[in-house]
């Protein structure tokens, strides 16, 4: 798919302000899209929406296809006749800047159970109707996910390999007895997925109306510990137990002398291959529903796999495994059309890679904070791009530019860091007062057809307000953005930069 000239801000959801301890898809989520259109942008990126386990990270989900209820925003659900204002007045003194998950979690699963309660006693709600829809229309994820979950809260979170075995490996007897005895936690997981689709796809209306469009994100390896292995333990490697014999990762490189150890099992794709990807065409079907477009992560993994003996210690010792990456996206190709899809192409990409990209016109990505670790010739410097991609000046996995710039004049840095420091400010001809605004203003003149900022340069925020630092256990996926953060005098700034660079929507350029 082709893509016009155009500007987008990355944000995750959880990251918007607002009272009830995560930013969720109230009334904040809309002044947010209401900011992207009086800054003249044309996409709001988000990370994976998923319902997140241990560690908060929305990159290993319960579900491939599911949502995160602790996005369901509880003013609405009084709206919905499904709380009463009361039922809001009692909640914990959460931080404002940061995320405190384990109170949000104890909190907001209080207010989504007392609204199941609820919606089961209404006579007349119009939503049991609509409910009743959403079901049908979603049971071929839905049952098994609700299942999945309601038995993982019976047995406290245990991951499904530790279940007894007859649950385990479904045995159907024994899923038929707990379908039977547990029905109402089944379809109470139903309802919260309900209410997580319902309020989403109202603002994904809403955002698309005012002519901006979505980027939504599939990590490519999903969590061992989600309903997608447990209904689906055919399509992946896994030993007779249920484990994984190999596990997902990337090979020693610069930044890390043992590479990356993800610990994702990974797939056994000639088996998808002979079910003809029915498992990825249902994946991705259901992404475009929810988003306007896809970014794919790790790109690399479609054309060969890092795979690690699984119980190894390090990623040291994985091989790269082939991937039929190519028939995988002709069948996608021919299941859902022409695919809105942008490749996460970043760190060693090969030519069989790039071929695999180009082949199918995907854009590829460019950092700007990498631009300046090399020389002239580096891929990540503004003069070196192709048309056909996406700049950003850092992602979820950077620091902030801020953050990032601060670093490079911290004592005791190594020469490397000081040239790079050096050639970044001769690069963009500044004396790095304001360096998000440069970066910002290099990725817009840039050629590359889309340039997308994260909202923490927007507002020149410092390393504390880094998303995500990979590698590291803690601390991560917390960051929140202060209310009215985003004032008009930014939206302007940024529309002013927009028409400047061509990158400001025009009534002829409100499609992708």
Request: glycine share 8%; hydrophobic share 40%; net charge negative.
């Amino acid at each position: 798919m082709t893509f016009s000239r155009s500007s987008g801000i990355l944000l995750h959801p959880t990251s918007l302000p607002g009272p009830f301890g995560i930013g969720d898809l109230g009334e904040e989520a809309y002044k947010f899209v209401d900011f992207l259109a009086k800054s003249g942008q044309s996409f709001w990126q988000v990370l994976p929406l998923g319902p997140t386990g241990y560690g908060d990270s929305p990159y290993q989900c319960f579900s491939a296809v599911a949502g995160n209820p602790l996005l369901v925003n509880p003013e609405f659900l009084v709206g919905d006749g499904l709380l009463a204002e009361t039922d809001l007045k009692d909640s914990p003194n959460f931080p404002v800047e940061r995320i405190d998950f384990g109170s949000v979690i104890d909190y907001k699963t209080r207010l989504l159970t007392k609204a199941y309660e609820n919606f089961k006693k209404a006579v007349n709600n119009p939503l049991k109707e609509l409910f009743q829809v959403f079901c049908k229309n979603t049971a071929s994820w839905l049952d098994g996910y609700a299942l999945f979950r309601t038995l993982k809260d019976a047995h406290n979170g245990a991951a499904w390999c530790d279940w007894p075995k007859s649950l385990a490996t479904r045995e159907p007897a024994a899923i038929a007895e707990v379908e039977q005895q547990m029905q109402s936690q089944i379809e109470a997981h139903k309802f919260f997925q309900f209410l997580f689709f319902k309020q989403w796809l109202l603002l994904k209306e809403y955002t698309n109306q005012r002519g901006i469009k979505i980027i939504g994100d599939i990590p490519i390896f999903v969590a061992y510990d989600s309903s997608d292995v447990w209904l689906n333990a055919q399509f992946f490697k896994l030993n007779s137990e249920g484990k994984p014999t190999v596990v997902a990762g990337v090979p020693p490189d610069f930044f890390s002398k043992t590479g990356q150890l993800w610990g994702n099992p990974i797939y056994d794709w000639e088996k998808m291959a002979q079910n003809s990807f029915k498992w990825w065409i249902d994946r991705v079907s259901m992404m475009l529903k929810m988003v306007d477009v896809v970014r794919f992560d790790h790109f690399r993994g479609f054309a060969a796999c890092w795979e690690i003996p699984a119980g190894d210690p390090t990623a040291e010792n994985g091989k790269w495994v082939e991937v039929p990456g190519r028939e995988l996206f002709l069948k996608i190709q021919e299941a859902l059309g022409d695919l809105p899809i942008i490749a996460e192409d970043l760190g060693v990409i090969t030519p069989d890679v790039e071929a695999l990209r180009d082949d199918f016109a995907f854009p590829g990505m460019r950092i700007l904070q990498f631009a300046f670790n090399s020389d002239s010739s580096s891929i990540d410097l503004p003069h070196n791009y192709t048309k056909n991609s996406v700049v950003y000046t850092g992602t979820h996995d950077n620091d902030t530019t801020a953050g990032w710039f601060e670093t490079t004049a911290a004592e005791g840095v190594s020469a490397a860091v000081k040239r790079a420091r050096k050639y970044c400010l001769e690069y963009l001809n500044t004396d790095g007062k304001e360096i998000h605004w440069d970066f910002i203003r290099a990725a817009y003149a840039s050629v590359s057809d889309i340039a997308i900022v994260p909202a923490q340069d927007i507002l020149g925020l410092g390393s504390d307000a880094r998303m995500n630092l990979p590698a590291s256990q803690q601390g991560n996926w917390n960051w929140r953005m202060i209310s009215g953060s985003l004032t008009t005098q930014l939206a302007e700034k940024l529309a002013a930069m927009g028409t400047i660079y061509g990158r400001t929507p025009t009534l002829k350029n409100k499609t992708l």
